[in-house]
């Protein structure tokens, strides 16, 4: 059989390039599993037996299962929230095609185009106003209205390609635009709703300047009190850091992996699906 040295040479080229990406998460976990004097000793120590302990003192301190529950509960709700809204506002700019669509689908667009540390301030300000510092409510609002914008983007392309043939069949025959909404496109659209969902919740998830300004005792969540913790003690304790890290990093890890498949359609924001 012959041998295409080209193809070989460029998925050799992949592997280092993953290889690299990937040895930061290697040397965390290698972290989680050793004892603090091997995971500070110079040189590094490759060869050695793995331990638990710092795993399960990573949840016999007060505080982490609050932390990972409310990193969670406002992730989850957050983009819940966000796919909801996202879809029926991608439905609308792609059926009925306002006047003026481009220029509003630009503008949700730039939203996530503005730095976040320029817009900290009127936020915060905001939030103090209402009252809604430090709250579930207000954290979980804050985040849907940052996902919403991508999640639109994304589920407009999926929903451009599915035929409107589909919608008319189905109000021909007698159903709501309800029905057409949830019973005939969503199903179709199903890889993208699961895209824009992986995507805002790894966003989410590891999103650390709003949720330290506006966020407070009750809402903190994981990367804040990593920070805050860090710089509360005397010294660093590394263990515990590669810890909370590694089990931090466990659910998007995971959730990339079994979902895979949709973000890369995703990342085509529908566009290879074409006309059905």
Not at 8 to 37: D, E, M, N, Q, R
Not at 78 to 91: C, D, P
Not at 119 to 144: E, S
């Amino acid at each position: 059989m012959r041998i295409n040295w080209r193809e070989s040479l460029y998925h050799l080229l992949l592997w280092l390039v993953a290889l690299v990406f990937f040895a930061p998460i290697l040397w965390i976990v290698l972290g989680a599993l050793k004892t603090k004097s091997q995971l500070l000793s110079v040189p590094p120590t490759w060869v050695f037996v793995p331990i638990l302990d710092n795993i399960i003192d990573l949840f016999t301190r007060p505080n982490v299962t609050d932390y990972l529950r409310n990193s969670f509960m406002i992730s989850a709700s957050a983009v819940t929230i966000a796919i909801v809204v996202s879809y029926l506002a991608a439905y609308s700019f792609s059926r009925f095609k306002p006047r003026g669509t481009d220029f509003l689908m630009f503008l949700l667009l730039s939203v996530r185009m503005v730095p976040a540390a320029a817009t900290v301030v009127p936020v915060y300000m905001m939030y103090i106003a209402f009252g809604w510092k430090d709250t579930w409510p207000g954290m979980i609002l804050f985040y849907a209205m940052f996902s919403i914008p991508f999640s639109v983007w994304i589920l407009k392309g999926f929903i451009d390609g599915v035929s409107p043939r589909y919608d008319e069949t189905g109000l021909v025959n007698g159903g709501s635009r309800l029905h057409v909404l949830f019973k005939v496109v969503l199903p179709q659209v199903r890889p993208g709703l699961v895209a824009a969902f992986i995507f805002n919740l790894v966003f989410v998830w590891n999103e650390f300047l709003f949720n330290y300004i506006i966020g407070g005792r009750q809402t903190t969540m994981v990367p804040v009190s990593l920070f805050t913790w860090m710089y509360a003690q005397m010294g660093i304790d590394w263990s515990f850091v590669a810890a909370l890290t590694t089990v931090y990093m466990i659910p998007p890890i995971a959730a990339v992996y079994f979902f895979q498949k949709y973000l890369l359609t995703g990342m085509t924001f529908g566009t290879i699906r074409g006309e059905v």
